[in-house]
């Protein structure tokens, strides 16, 4: 019988991350999945080499590697299933009794093939034909998919307000768009939450920003609400292009991406400037002339991990997290120095929104998962602690900003969506049917600007982010947009282009 190749190793590891990025493929850049999957089949080289060099027998190494890497990345998956079942009073989900399983598995795998006198030549064979099984539908899922999306880009008119190289390079500020996602309104703040964030921004008045005090977010969800407002225009036509209930995030995403606010500014000689955030469209951006990058920051491996064995290793994972927003802040207050300008600078900053990383003094938070929706919302004060601590840190970095730049920047603070703390309340009636109150959460936002030179003579209380750009390019590179009917629309994560006006509902008194 001739003897088969041991490619099952490679093949059972490259399956996970397949499978995750066939079920995440719209909302997950390619090349997020991709460093995944080096990473995962250089796991398993590794494992293959090493064990080939203890046994000395390659196709047994090969068989109890492909063991090793099927618990490896089962673990998290079986974690989820049978944490929270109590057996006299121990939960089998905690990670001293289920690696303890594990290594009982494993051991009894290693035990079965080394005392194995026969061949494994059939063994090898099935563990092939399943492992290329797997990865094959996970592929033609993947295939179906890009092949159904190619050349999709729901880009709406150029706008013609601004021309190429209508101004002298020389004359032209920074620009620096700053997301701080799930940012709440102050009223929503002292309403729901019972905070009172007037010290904050009475500082912010005092460095020269005007707070737009009654601001409203155009979209409830990141993804339409930064489409929305880096390409200057509403988005409502991609229901018609995706259908009211896709969950394709592709097109809102390359939006993002290749923003029609980039493409005019770096027609107009801006250097552009991407500060990763770690999640999908605003971090790794290609048409960056600087990519910044703070440590780990591919959400895609993130929660791979988090299906793993790794993720028994949750607070390092949420140390990577707090590193990452840190750094993140430190850096905007070097970009000046780093890029020859004008530049624009684009980062979005995952706070305060979930998962709670920071105290008021930006110690560790105990006692809460690394989770980024759902539940987790409902922890007010954790999310009031964790707004306290990001506004000294924009204190910070706006002082070096200001110091550091030649000429006045300008400088927009704007959240993207406020939070949902009032969504997630199991006997409320949850997102598809939102009441009055819960729309007002999710959808008053706080939004600043630093324009210099006279330019806050032009925004008004209730500015709108989708406003935001036709304003500046009004102000500074001369240009002669309209501003738009400043509208709120809403829609649920499971549903994004299902929009619903709720101008009248969220609008202040």
Sequence with gaps: MKKPVSVHPFLFAAYPVLFLYAHNIRSTALSDALSSLAFALGLALVLCVVLGLILRRVEKAAIIASVLLLLFFSYGHVHSIIDGVVIRGANLGRPRYLLALWAVVFALGCLAVLRARRSLHNVTSFLNVVALALVAMSVLNIAVYKLQTRGQLARGPTQSGVSSGSSSAAALPDIYYIILDGYASASTLQQVYGFDNQTFLAQLR????????????????????????????????????????????????????????????????????????????????????????????????????????????????????????????????????????????????????????????????????????????????????????????????????????ERPPVIILQADHGPASTFSDPKGPGWDHPTDAMLQERMRIFNAYYLPQGGSVHLYDSITPVNTFRLIFNTYLGASYDLLEDRSFYSSYKRPYRLLDVTEKVRYP
């Design 206 to 405: 005092g460095m020269g920003f005007f707070v737009a005090s009654e601001s409203v977010s155009n979209f409830a969800q990141t993804l339409l609400s930064l489409a929305s407002s880096l390409n200057m225009r509403y988005v409502n036509d991609l229901a018609e292009r995706s259908g009211a209930d896709s969950e394709d995030r592709s097109v809102p995403y390359q939006l993002i991406r290749n923003s029609e606010v980039m493409r005019l500014l770096k027609a107009n000689g801006y250097k552009f400037v991407n500060l990763r955030s770690g999640w999908g469209p605003t971090n790794r951006n290609d048409h960056a002339d600087l990519d910044v990058a703070c440590g780990l920051d591919n959400e895609f491996l993130m929660v791979l991990a988090q299906t793993t064995m790794l993720q028994s290793l949750e607070p390092y994972l949420r140390e990577i997290a707090r590193n990452r927003v840190l750094c993140t802040f430190a850096k905007l207050g070097e970009v000046p120095s780093r890029v020859a300008g004008p530049r624009f600078v684009l980062a979005h900053i995952m706070v305060p929104h979930p998962p709670f990383l920071f105290g008021a003094q930006g110690e560790p938070v105990a006692g809460t998962l690394y989770e980024m929706s759902g539940w987790v919302w409902t922890q007010q004060d954790n999310y009031v602690h964790q707004l306290e601590f990001v506004n000294t840190q924009v204190l910070s970095m706006l002082e070096r900003m200001l110091s550091n730049s």
